[in-house]
């Protein structure tokens, strides 16, 4: 019987073994490269029960795929027993994510009697970690970061032990012969080692310091969150100024203080896959500034997440972090250890050469990590879980297709990086990678475009990428074997919503996003796609309008603002004074010179642009600091229970030509009205709604398919799927596959070898 799916280091055999026993079964179980391989001798009826009770008491962590059965001549075993390894075969076992440290792991250490007592790398089957320490397949400790650790007496007598929890758990380690915590200064000087460093790191976070720590699946920046002066040097240091950081809490009720929490959220909160949430923060009371809601005392300053009414909360998920967070009893600041836009570190003399500038103290320790994994962060959109940036905890685990395909290496999107590779029916999907804009990020691409073919030890025929002939990764796959696929940015972020959800043609398509590179050379990025049984076509898009200075626009959403005006009034445009009150004169020169010559001012039906410039025109923000920022503001902004909306128009032609000008004009009105931001908000985002009702009636597919990096709005997003269904439609979005370009790779697999590819 051959088992395949994740049934590797999740504790499947120990399980087969135990069960084997009970029903006195003779043979043998072993880790191969495509599963779990089982030979069973006994009589029928035991063995048809063997059959039955196996997928039924697995172990909660395995996920089965298939069970294949075969039956063989009895070879007269006298027992059953767990087998060594064997490594021939093609490679499809399933790598599992890392897991947090489960129930029973915990209560060890934190029982003084137990000889795993304040043990940071304690683990065992059902916890650990597995993606961020395996070399390659199958996953035996010899192809682990864990192979230059000797099992003690006791720990190989766990490991040997059918009865144990520790029975074959590859990473199983103790104090006596595992890993130990060493705490450096910036200049990589050991000041203690084990659990001396580790009280030495909490001193440091205590007294208002910058720790680094290298954790499960690369380095963490920690500081004191309630410390806003702690929390503004980090910003300093690290050169991100408003983008909100990620909250570690010591226990699910102290982040109740600062968060409101629903089931389902704590639910994810406390999950083995233990990821960041995106929490509403509780609302300040008047006259006590620091209570939210009945009596509770919020601990974490606006410097944390500055003008956000949320907030990324995570709990502990390795020992190493509970041990840490105990010691406190506060919640800390936990953001990746990198520079801005930098991918995060994993090796401590690495660090200590990129941190050393940011961090104050090091806790390190001698496992090596074998490949980076950020935290993953999740939130809820309409009572379901949506991952925003899908990394520790979920990836490799793969989307599986209805139907098998040839091997297709993605290379993924520019920004927000994953590579994603597909093994028959089973798509892998990388861990996030980052934007590939520095050195760095570029290195850790080529290393995770390189590391899932290895493992999986494929061959890859196709070579899917994205259209744009400037990017790095379409240079990439330019110097890579095998046939190139291109595959058009928003085409693959529907055919990733497609993918993920099972969905097949007739269908409509909403790609919304910033920016992706259109087949007309235009900039795309409000586009609307018919997917018909073997074809694609843009059905419709926004209406364009001019960029001036491109890409710089980005960063500024009154540039924006700027081309959406101008697109409007032409030239009588520098006659109206109070629309361009964000530019001095000395700005307004070039950029007005840029419009009118039409130099430098790339035309953008972009979605995430227009929201930018809606953004600078509700005086909402004219610059930001990262990107989304003023599209995020523009979404907090919203003055709830408002059902008033802007009204647009749509022209005849094919594709359908969406026009926003009633809408700005109208926009125009309520600014010189002086009417609040948060109603000009709600009256933009309910008519993005009404837009989406309208092209789903003109295309009169039930299906609607919604993705691209705007989808991660909550207020869009319930709203276009509560009017869809009111109106009879269907709609699909994405929840286990990021909307934004984290899911481009996905995208790109599904459609490589795909008749539907080219758009018609
Ligand atoms: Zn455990
Ligand atoms: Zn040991
Ligand atoms: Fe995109």
């Known amino acids: 019987m051959v ?178 915590l060493q705490f450096w200064d910036s200049l990589g000087k050991v000041l203690a080692c084990a659990d001396a460093a580790l009280r030495h790191a909490a001193e440091a976070i205590r007294t208002g310091k910058i720790l680094a720590l290298k954790g499960l699946g690369g380095f963490q920046l920690l500081v004191d969150a309630r410390n806003a002066a702690a929390v503004q040097r980090l910003r300093d240091r690290k050169h991100r100024a408003e983008k909100p950081f990620a909250v570690m809490f010591p226990t699910p009720e102290q982040a109740g203080a600062d968060c409101e929490i629903s089931e389902l959220e704590e639910g994810l909160l406390t999950s083995p896959e233990a990821p960041i949430v995106l929490l509403q923060r509780t609302q300040r009371t008047k006259g006590s500034p620091l209570l939210g809601g009945e009596g509770r005392v919020r601990a974490i300053p606006d410097a944390v997440a500055p003008g956000n009414p949320n907030l990324g909360a995570m709990l502990p998920y390795t020992p190493l972090h509970h041990l840490l967070l105990r010691e406190l009893d506060f919640p800390v600041v936990a953001t990746s250890g990198n520079l801005s836009d930098e991918p995060i570190c994993i090796d401590e003399h690495e660090a200590l050469a990129r941190l050393g500038d940011i961090a104050d103290g090091f806790l390190v320790h001698d496992r090596p990590i074998v490949r980076h994994v950020d935290d993953s962060i999740v939130r809820v959109i309409h009572e379901r879980e949506m991952l925003l940036r899908r990394a520790r905890g979920y990836a490799p685990l793969p989307i599986t297709l209805r139907h098998p395909q040839p091997m297709v290496l993605a290379l993924g999107a520019h920004l927000k990086n994953a590579v994603a590779l597909s093994v028959e029916r089973n798509v892998f999907v990388s861990q996030h990678i980052g ?37 790095l990764s379409t240079k990439h796959a330019s110097q890579l074997p095998g046939r190139k696929a291109p595959v058009q940015h928003h085409w693959a972020h529907i055919a990733s919503c497609m993918a993920e959800n099972e969905v097949e043609p007739p269908l409509l398509g909403v790609a919304w996003d910033g920016t992706g590179y259109g087949v007309d050379g235009t900039i795309w990025g409000g586009e609307f796609f018919l ?127 969406i026009d926003w000008e009633p809408a700005l004009r109208a926009l125009i009105e309520d600014r010189r009205r002086n009417m609040s931001a948060g109603r000009i908000a709600a009256r933009f985002h309910n008519m993005l709604a009404d837009v989406v009702v309208a092209l789903a009636q003109r295309a009169a597919k039930a299906q609607v398919v919604l993705s691209g990096g705007c989808f991660q709005n909550r207020y869009l997003t319930e709203r276009v799927i509560e009017q869809l269904r009111a109106n009879g439609f269907q709609p699909f979005w994405q929840q286990r596959i990021p909307p934004n370009d984290g899911g481009i790779a996905l995208g790109q697999v599904y459609l490589a070898t795909s008749a539907m590819r080219e758009l018609t």
């Open 3 to 180: 088992v395949r799916g994740a049934v590797q280091g999740v504790g499947f055999r120990p399980f087969v073994y135990r069960l084997a026993k009970e029903l006195t079964l003779r043979g043998w179980v072993v880790n191969s490269a495509q599963g779990v391989c089982i030979e069973v001798e006994a009589a029928p009826d035991r063995l048809a029960e063997f059959a039955r009770r196996l997928p039924l008491e697995k172990p909660v962590r395995a996920i089965i795929q298939s069970c294949e059965t075969s039956h063989l001549d009895p070879l007269g075993c006298d027992a059953f027993q767990i087998r060594e390894s064997t490594d021939h075969g093609d490679k499809s076992a399933l790598i599992l994510p890392d897991i947090a440290t489960c129930e029973d792991c915990l209560r060890e250490v934190f029982d003084p009697r137990d000889r795993r007592f304040r043990y940071p790398f304690t683990n065992c089957t059902n916890c650990g970690p597995r993606f961020s320490i395996i070399e390659t397949l199958p996953y035996d400790r010899a192809n682990t970061a864990m192979k230059n650790f000797a099992m003690c007496a006791d720990c190989a007598a766990e490991y040997r032990d059918p009865a144990n929890r520790r029975f074959h758990a590859e990473p199983t380690a103790c104090p006596r012969c595992g890993p130990q």
């Open 531 to 657: 997917v018909e049984e073997n074809s694609c076509r843009r059905f419709a898009h926004l209406r364009t309008f001019g960029l001036p200075g491109g890409d710089t626009a980005v960063k500024e959403p009154r540039r924006s603002a700027l081309g959406l005006l101008y697109e409007i009034f032409g030239d009588e445009l520098w006659e109206q004074s109070d629309l361009l009150t964000s530019f001095s004169s000395a700005e307004l020169r070039p950029l007005s010179r840029m419009l009118m010559r039409r130099i430098n001012s790339p035309a953008t039906s972009s979605a995430g642009r227009l929201f930018d410039g809606v953004a600078a025109l509700a005086r909402i923000r004219d610059r930001s600091t990262f990107e989304g920022q003023a599209a995020m503001e523009l979404e907090f902004a919203i003055e709830p229970d408002t059902e008033e909306s802007y009204t647009f128009s749509l022209g005849d032609g094919s594709p359908i030509v």
């Open 435 to 471: 934007d590939l804009a520095t050195k760095q990020a570029h290195d850790a691409f080529t290393r995770s475009v390189a590391d899932l073919p290895r493992l999986y030890e494929t061959r890859p025929e196709v070579i899917a990428h994205d259209l744009n002939p400037d990017y």
